[in-house]
């Protein structure tokens, strides 16, 4: 059966690493997969229960109506001080808010890169803790930290063989994750 992603950036960076990431990910994915990409959660008001009483914003709503048709959500994300990015939590606080919630049992996998040695890891468990309440079903294994990212990124695409042939192999675990 096809499968259809959606990835989820938590950098706003014209030049981020995640997002190279997130943007070579159609190529590694396995054949009769597609990925695309969610609109940047940049475009998000900041949370406010006031905004969301006067109706939803509209990119909200149409970045739920994209999780929901979805076959699984890939979130690549930069750690910050040792968490999730603000914009990325506050994406995740307004689409928390939708209902139904578009996240309740859908297929996630996680993925970060730093130029650091960790990875982003500890973003990674701050991130599994919030959609625990989402009750999104988080992949566990295996997990993709990407650490010295600088060296694995050129002109905004993974090229570094080995993360490449890494991540090919948990896309591959994700489709099966997903069924
Ligand atoms: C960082 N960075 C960082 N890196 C890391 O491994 N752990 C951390 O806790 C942090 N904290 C942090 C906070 C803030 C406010 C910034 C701006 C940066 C460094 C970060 O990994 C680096 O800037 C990446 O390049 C950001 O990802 P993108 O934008 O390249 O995808």
Redesign the pocket.
């Known amino acids: 059966d096809k499968k259809h992603f959606v990835t989820l950036?938590?950098?706003l960076?014209k030049?981020?690493?995640?997002?190279a990431i997130a943007h070579t990910l159609p190529e590694l994915a396995p054949e009769g997969v597609t990925v695309s990409h969610l609109a940047s959660p940049g475009d998000f008001p900041h949370y406010n229960a006031d905004l969301q009483e006067e109706g939803f914003p509209a990119p909200v709503l149409a970045m739920a109506e994209a999780i929901a048709q979805a076959d699984g959500v890939i979130i690549v994300t930069?750690?910050?001080?040792?968490?999730v990015?603000g914009v990325l939590k506050n994406a995740l606080d307004w689409l928390s808010r939708v209902s139904p919630n578009p996240f309740a049992a859908k297929p996630v996998l996680i993925q970060s890169?730093?130029?650091?040695n960790?990875?982003?890891a500890?973003?990674q468990y701050h991130l599994r803790q919030i959609l625990v309440f989402f009750d999104a079903r988080v992949m566990n294994k295996p997990e993709a930290m990407i650490g010295q990212?600088t060296d694995k990124v050129k002109d905004g695409v993974l090229t570094d063989d080995v993360t490449r042939t890494f991540l090919s192999k948990q896309l591959q675990a994700f489709v099966e994750f997903s069924r």
């Open positions: 950036v938590g950098s960076r030049g981020s690493f995640n997002a930069p750690e910050y001080n040792y968490s990015p890169a730093s130029p650091g960790i990875g982003g500890r973003a990212v």
